[in-house]
T-cell receptor, first 112, second 114 residues
Framework: SQQGEEDPQALSIQEGENATMNCSYK?????LQWYRQNSGRGLVHLIL?????REKHSGRLRVTLDTSKKSSSLLITASRAADTASYFC????????????FGKGTLLTVNP | DTAVSQTPKYLVTQMGNDKSIKCEQN?????MYWYKQDSKKFLKIMFS???????INETVPNRFSPKSPDKAHLNLHINSLELGDSAVYFC?????????????FGPGTRLLVL
């Protein structure tokens, strides 16, 4: 079964607006990560949040984690056209040391 | 300067052929991975290697055979290619889990089986 499920599947906003993406997972985790994939490129790591953390910031990114609801959100503030990409959450499903399980991703389009 | 590199970038081939994809990382990582991303962008782990040893084989058909000649390389050989093998294949690397879990991805190899 798929571990991470992002919603929405697609999000279109105007430059300067905030974008919020959500991710839900099924099993226990040690950490949850968010990655970005620009069209036709590989994935780039954005941020990692551990299971004992509730919120983490990195520049314009804010990630929250609610382990009781098995969910996480990624907020991108003051979005830019360059933020246009697919965003994936990934978990170490069941605390696996060598396996990341990815969700289906949210395609974010930021219109100039 | 490329941290994780893959060759070739594009691969178009006929059903039944055998092909290889090469991956190299210059980050000094001990752990390497192969992922498959389908047409719906779903990314799924195929293999994990740590220090040249196979750690995870995620129910991948045995037509797929990874080979790790050293810690910096993890190649993927595919026998008897099928239409369903068409996808983008990503190599990634990381430090061993428990140290830093961030994975660094290559640019991908776009495989099209005709």
């Amino acid at each position: 079964s798929q571990q991470g499920e992002e919603d929405p599947q697609a999000l279109s906003i105007q430059e300067g607006e905030n974008a919020t993406m959500n991710c839900s997972y099924k099993t226990s985790i040690n950490n949850l990560q968010w990655y970005r994939q620009n069209s036709g490129r590989g994935l780039v790591h954005l941020i990692l949040i551990r299971s004992n953390e509730r919120e983490k910031h990195s520049g314009r990114l804010r990630v929250t984690l609610d382990t009781s609801k098995k969910s996480s959100s990624l907020l991108i503030t003051a979005s830019r056209a360059a933020d246009t990409a697919s965003y994936f959450c990934a978990t170490d499903e069941g605390g696996s040391n060598y396996k990341l399980t990815f969700g289906k991703g949210t395609l974010l389009t930021v219109n100039p | 300067d490329t941290a994780v590199s893959q060759t070739p970038k594009y691969l178009v081939t006929q059903m039944g052929n055998d092909k290889s994809i090469k991956c190299e990382q210059n980050l000094g990582h001990d752990t390497m991975y192969w992922y498959k991303q389908d047409s719906k962008k779903f990314l799924k782990i195929m293999f994990s290697y740590n220090n040249k040893e196979l750690i995870i084989n995620e129910t991948v058909p045995n037509r797929f055979s990874p080979k790790s000649p050293d810690k910096a390389h993890l190649n993927l050989h595919i026998n008897s290619l099928e239409l369903g093998d068409s996808a983008v294949y990503f190599c990634a690397s990381s430090y061993p889990a428990g140290i830093k879990e961030t994975q660094y991805f290559g640019p991908g190899t776009r495989l099209l089986v005709l």
